[in-house]
């Protein structure tokens, strides 16, 4: 679905809403509604469908998004015009995705846990008094899995079937099957591409 659109002003690329009476109902019914409902895990039937709710809401504020998607409770992701959801991806809860200077793009079946923090966007820190800000794309592809509290940072990409450890800060990419865990994120090891 055709939600947001890239504008090029100077050197910056920000993604913007263009807000429909559609677009607003759905983010004002998220924002003071869906979005506190309760998770999976508070209370697994209604969580469920809490999830399910907030993910058909969600559809219409992302760039792009797949029919079924899930996304846990007090997700945070300004306005979501940055953000493409693929088949049956899942964001924990309280996740904060980043802003709309690039995209976040998040793979099918990729499990985020709860309290991630996918950040695509800095200040311009080299100009004085930060003026404007810069993003660099954010991927994490079909079957990657991310634990609780990982925070990811911009420019990175998350391999298909790779893993990332609980409370890990990812600087750089991340190969496909390869998990990494700590502070920076580091290589532990590879799962077995044949048994998956
Ligand atoms: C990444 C993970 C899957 C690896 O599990 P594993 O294969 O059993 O890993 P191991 O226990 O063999 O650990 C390998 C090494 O990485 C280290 N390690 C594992 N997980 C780590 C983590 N999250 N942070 C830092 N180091 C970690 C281990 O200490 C070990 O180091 P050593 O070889 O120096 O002793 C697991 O540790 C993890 O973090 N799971 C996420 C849990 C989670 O968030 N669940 C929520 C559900 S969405």
Redesign the pocket.
């Known amino acids: 679905m055709d939600t947001g659109k890239a504008e090029a002003i100077g050197d910056e690329v920000r993604y913007y809403q263009r807000w429909t009476l559609k677009r607003i109902f759905c983010y004002v019914l998220y924002l003071f509604f869906a979005k506190h409902l309760p998770s999976a895990n508070q209370l697994s039937f209604v969580g469920k469908y809490s999830n399910i709710l907030r993910g058909v809401l969600c559809r219409n504020l992302f760039l792009e998004s797949a029919k079924i998607v899930r996304v846990g409770k007090g997700v945070d992701f300004d306005n979501g015009c940055f953000v493409v959801m693929k088949d049956h991806a899942n964001i924990?809860d309280d996740s904060l995705l980043g802003g709309p200077y690039a995209k976040i793009i998040i793979g099918k079946h990729v499990?985020i846990?709860k309290r991630c923090i996918l950040i695509n966007q800095n200040h311009k820190y080299l100009v004085e008094g930060f003026a404007g800000k810069e993003g660099k794309d954010i991927v994490i592809d079909n079957y990657a899995w991310l634990?609780?509290q990982v925070t990811i940072l911009p420019g990175v990409r998350i391999g298909q079937h790779a893993?990332v450890?609980?409370?890990?800060v990812v600087s750089r990419s991340v190969p496909d099957y390869a998990?990494a865990?700590?502070n920076p994120a580091r290589i532990?090891?590879f799962r077995n591409e044949e048994t998956i």
Do not use: F, L, P, Q
Request: glycine letters at 40%; a positive charge.
């Open positions: 924990g499990m846990g634990g609780h893993i450890g609980a409370g890990a998990i865990v700590g532990v090891k």
